[in-house]
């Protein structure tokens, strides 16, 4: 059976009352959600910098040892070429054997270098490496600090919670789909989350902007969905109506 206005007003502001208690369960945990997401996505920053810095330091020991092995191998050489220098039966085998051994000479000083620089960036590295241990084991600290406050946080109202998400899925399957997504992109983007109010005052209940009598009139009649003017909000009803209302129904009861 299709809803009348009144109906689907109703619906949908009692889908918002839903949300602004869920919203107000939310606000007490404030910016913690967010504050643990920043300190876990910083975390896997620095763990990540801290395997490259591993495999930098693996990359350069890596090195040493093939320039250890270079130096070995030119050791060898070099006694290779000094006992074919003591048979050489002319200056221009002497000269040529001369050469390599000063090539190969030239070839371990070259390697003990490199190996010096190498040793000396592993230095650096270890040194980088132990400060940001120490800056990762304080972040680490922190976000547990920060999540036992947000666990607490959440086993207070997580009864409350799921009760209300619960409340929500029933409430929204009462609504049409193409109201509820209006619904959905007004509380997006309202900075307070409400995209249903009642008229107050005169006024919009969330942009305070005048509501005309005429309008005023027009909303109390719930012939049809009417929106403020001004910030696009649904306007469900008008609050003296409200009052109206309960007195009524007080009235009522004590009779």
Request: charged share 40%; with cysteine.
């Amino acid at each position: 059976m299709e809803s009348t206005v009144a109906q689907k007003l109703e619906a949908i502001h009692n889908l918002q009352k839903i949300d602004s208690r869920l919203d107000s369960i939310l606000k007490i945990r404030g910016a913690l959600p967010e504050e643990v997401q920043d300190l876990e996505d910083e975390i896997i920053g620095y763990e990540t910098r801290l395997d490259k810095f591993h495999n930098d330091i693996a990359s350069l020991e890596e090195e040493i040892k093939k320039h250890k092995e270079a130096i070995k191998d030119s050791e060898k050489l070099i006694k290779k070429y000094q006992d074919q220098q003591m048979n050489v039966r002319n200056n221009r085998e002497y000269d040529a054997i001369t050469k390599e051994l000063e090539l190969q000479d030239l070839e371990i000083q070259v390697s003990k270098k490199k190996i010096g620089e190498a040793q000396a960036r592993i230095e650096s590295k270890n040194n980088e490496l132990e400060e940001l241990k120490d800056v990762l084991k304080d972040r680490k600290k922190d976000l547990d600090t920060k999540q036992d406050e947000l666990k607490t946080i959440v086993s207070e109202s997580e009864s409350e919670e799921n009760k209300l998400i619960s409340e929500k899925e029933k409430a929204a399957k009462k609504i049409d789909d193409r109201i509820l997504k209006s619904y959905d992109k007004i509380r997006t983007n309202a900075k307070n989350g409400l995209a249903v109010v009642l008229v107050k005052r005169g006024a919009c209940g969330g942009c305070f902007n005048i509501v005309p009598p005429q309008r005023q009139a027009d909303i109390r009649e719930k012939k049809k969905l009417i929106v403020c003017e001004h910030c696009g909000r649904i306007l469900a009803g008008v609050e003296d109506e409200i009052e109206d209302e309960t007195a009524t129904k007080k009235k009522r009861t004590k009779a």
